[in-house]
């Protein structure tokens, strides 16, 4: 299915019915890195699996802001007059989930992210680095955004006050005293890091999230 959003067309995959839970990727991938869970979240939710902007089967844009990607989402949820969604992200859709909760604190019923950044400096050393080589080789814009964004605030996070789950691998390409910083700023959020994974380990092309966010929702 495609909506057209802010100048865009976004692809996404309605499945199953209920309360609407939204699923959104990281950066370069699409919806179908959740193809192990949004059958088994379907079975309780009206999944709605996202390509963002750019990615996947969404219409491709010259620029990239994790802004851009959190406002497409946010007219998404409007336009479909979705009703207190409960929102998952990614990565990068993590990212634009934290920007979303913090400017539209009335929209979400639950928000959970995995390995989210808010500043660059949130990506640990070598990883940045390596993003950074493989921007001069490619100028791959998408990389370009990575590098440069996001620029979350403290203040903005204590802005959030939908109820948060905060992820990450215990070898995320995130820094861990990142991700705590994350979890503190924001009230009302719970700290899960989850031992043996990196950074999409658990995630992409993985059921093993089903349960994380099963415990979330329902407690």
């Known amino acids: 299915m495609k909506i057209h959003v802010n100048g865009v067309d976004l692809f996404y995959k309605k499945t199953g019915s209920g309360q609407p839970f939204i699923l959104t990727h990281g950066n370069g991938e699409s919806h179908e890195i959740f193809d192990k869970i949004i059958d088994l979240l379907s079975q309780k939710f009206c999944v709605y699996a996202i390509d963002t902007r750019g990615h996947g089967n969404s219409a491709k844009v010259n620029e990239y802001n994790y802004q851009d990607i959190a406002d497409d989402l946010v007219e998404f949820i409007k336009q479909l007059e979705l009703v207190k969604p409960v929102f998952y992200g990614f990565s990068d859709g993590g990212i634009a989930g934290i920007i979303i909760a913090a400017q539209h604190p009335d929209l979400l019923d639950k928000l959970i992210i995995s390995g989210a950044n808010v500043t660059p400096q949130g990506l640990k050393s070598k990883w940045m680095l390596l993003f950074k080589i493989i921007y001069f080789f490619t100028r791959n814009k998408k ?4 590098i440069f964004q996001p620029h979350i605030s403290d ?65």
């Open 143 to 146: 990389i370009k955004m990575l």
């Open 155 to 219: 203040c903005e996070l204590q802005q959030i006050k939908t109820p948060t789950l905060v992820l990450a691998g215990q070898q995320d390409v995130i820094k861990e005293k990142h991700t705590l910083n994350i979890a503190a700023q924001i009230q009302n959020s719970k700290l899960k890091i989850v031992e043996g994974e990196n950074h999409g380990s658990y995630v992409v092309h993985s059921s093993k999230l089903f349960e994380i966010i099963r415990y979330f929702v329902d407690a």
